[in-house]
């Protein structure tokens, strides 16, 4: 009896623990203000200005559906901007064009340049098939 009473209060403590170390660090960002941020490769971006605690959403063009290719970050200062998910695909709403998207939380002031390559993710030294660039300035 006492066995199967010990047994179920280390269970029930190891799933406690189990629980407490799966939330830590998947903290929820609420930011002030977002700002969305379209690039398109072969144009300038023109800077994106932030305060402290804002987002940026980039919405990135394409990639054609079954091409192949997918979005990759290949840049972002990761102490100013935090990548709030992952890339996601998605359509333009009006043209039902694909797109791809993500968003970052601007921690502290200071500068971040965020590059994206458009790559075969399964060869290993892939030759970009376009890239885009945005510089965010995080100011108070």
Request: hydrophobic share 45%; glycine share 12%; aromatic share 0%.
């Given at each position: 009896m006492?066995?199967?009473?010990?047994?179920?209060?280390?269970?029930?403590?190891?799933?406690?623990?189990?629980?407490?170390?799966?939330?830590?660090?998947?903290?929820?960002r609420h930011p002030k203000v977002t700002q969305e941020c379209v690039l398109v490769p072969g144009q300038q971006a023109p800077d994106v200005e932030l305060g402290v605690e804002s987002a940026v959403h980039v919405v990135l063009a394409g990639p054609a559906a079954g091409s192949g290719l997918a979005w990759e970050i290949a840049l972002n200062n990761s102490a100013v901007l935090e990548q709030m998910g992952a890339l996601r695909l998605a359509q333009e709403p009006g043209t039902g064009a694909p797109t791809t998207a993500v968003s970052f939380y601007s921690l502290k002031l200071g500068r971040s340049v965020l590059r994206f390559v458009l790559i075969r993710p399964n060869e290993r030294e892939a030759e970009p098939a376009a890239m885009c660039e945005v510089t965010v300035h995080v100011r108070n």
């Open positions: 006492k066995t199967a009473r010990r047994m179920v209060q280390c269970s029930l403590a190891l799933l406690g623990l189990a629980l407490i170390s799966g939330c830590e660090g998947t903290q929820v």
